[in-house]
């Protein structure tokens, strides 16, 4: 299993004092499909935009665009429901904290006929790019990629040009955080997750409890891909909104990627500092499982 540089432990956050909040709070990226344009969460939450295409274009017409309506979608153009992932990972942070800053880069194309198009890992780097050259600029605390795909080789497919923007970023204390995949494979995790760099997340379902179990159960999502390349569970449900305002439950690594990363922010913005967060976060683990029959191997959840 990876080392996770950064982790968190949400309960806290209803104990710390006032005094602990920082002064100056973290900005989460999101790396995803773009930001529904009438969202509120566009309109109180969005303090960057940055596109960046290789199939399709920009709202300026051209494959990238930094500034103003750089990441948002016109609601009337889109067709596909793919395209709502973005705003839906959005609606995610403003109902964990509603105070967090987030910049948004859009790398996901739309066709003429308002679908999405496909997109490469390129993207993604160009995407890290940008945010190793604005890290300082936007006080960015994390970067959240609910995005990824899997792979036919045996081990993960590194691209070093994208692995160094992991390195430049973890330098700076800034967690990369992307999901392990909906897959149902339990021998590899989806791209870039798998990167070592990267934080890899999986999903359990709502927790519970057991006669003979000391603590809470957290089972493991079926769905959810899992391999030695995996870093952390976290809870894989949550009620979104889409671009036309709808809510819907989504359950996936995607949600527990925004959830984790999320709370990573929002524990930033409270001020505790990295090496002590590692020491209170060593004495409240708890114990996450797939199944009773593997009850004994111990990984490690935090849920909202």
Known sequence: MKKLLLIIITALLSIMPESAIANTPKTLVIID?????????AKSMLIEEAC??????CPNGQSSMVGSGAARLDPRIVKDRSLHHGTQMSSVVFAID???????IRVVGISDKGFANTYRSTVITKALEWVNANSERLNIGAVSISLGR????????????????????LE???????AAGNGSNHKKIDYPACIPEVVAIG??????????????????????????????????KHVTTNIFGEQSLQVGTSVATIIFATNLVKMQNSGIESKELLNVINSNLENAYRSMQDISKKHYSFSR
């Open 33 to 41: 499909s773009g930001v529904g344009a009438d969202s509120v969460f």
């Open 52 to 57: 960046f295409i290789e199939f399709g274009k």
């Open 98 to 104: 509603p105070s967090i800053k987030i910049a948004m």
């Open 150 to 169: 899997s792979y036919s080789q045996n081990t993960c497919p590194i691209e070093g040009p994208l692995q160094v923007q992991v390195k430049n970023l």
């Open 172 to 178: 700076k204390n800034i967690s990369v955080v992307a």
């Open 203 to 236: 999903a359990t379902d709502t927790k519970y409890s057991q006669r003979g179990v000391t603590g809470w159960i957290y089972p493991v999502m079926a769905i959810s891909n899992s391999s030695s390349d995996l870093d952390y569970y976290t809870l894989g």
